[in-house]
Nanobody, 124 residues
Framework: QVQLVESGGGLVQAGGSLRLSCTAS?????MAWFRQAPGKEREFVAV????????FYEDSVKGRFTISRDNAQNSVYLQMNNLKPEDTAVYFC????????????????????WGQGTQVTVSS
């Protein structure tokens, strides 16, 4: 069972930036970020394939968030710029060796491993 540990959350003003990190206990094909706002369902944010050659983003974060990975460190990152109050949520790292990047990558059930979550709060 892959273990995932996230870090990098915090409180930031609207328009600011944060960088989330997630380190896996072993190498994993696809790594992704999801988020869950209070009272809402967990939703897909971004995913990246092993090579980094394929990335997909949820529409509301396109152009503001960038997902990247360092396979030597078994890590994935989420650079979040121009943050908005509606980005406030708990952000979860997810990993899978079987998810189809470009297929079912936005489905929660496609991921075998999840981190504990890190809180991101954007004040207006």
């Amino acid at each position: 069972q892959v273990q995932l540990v996230e870090s990098g959350g915090g409180l930031v003003q609207a328009g600011g930036s944060l960088r989330l990190s997630c380190t896996a206990s072993t190498s994993v094909y696809a790594m992704a970020w999801f988020r869950q706002a209070p009272g809402k369902e967990r939703e897909f944010v971004a995913v990246i394939s092993w090579s980094g050659g394929m990335t997909f983003y949820e529409d509301s974060v396109k152009g503001r968030f960038t997902i990247s990975r360092d396979n030597a460190q078994n890590s994935v990152y989420l650079q979040m710029n121009n943050l908005k109050p509606e980005d406030t949520a708990v952000y979860f790292c997810a990993a899978s060796d079987s998810v189809v990047v470009g297929g079912d990558h936005s489905d929660l059930g496609a991921y075998e491993a999840w981190g504990q979550g890190t809180q991101v709060t954007v004040s207006s």
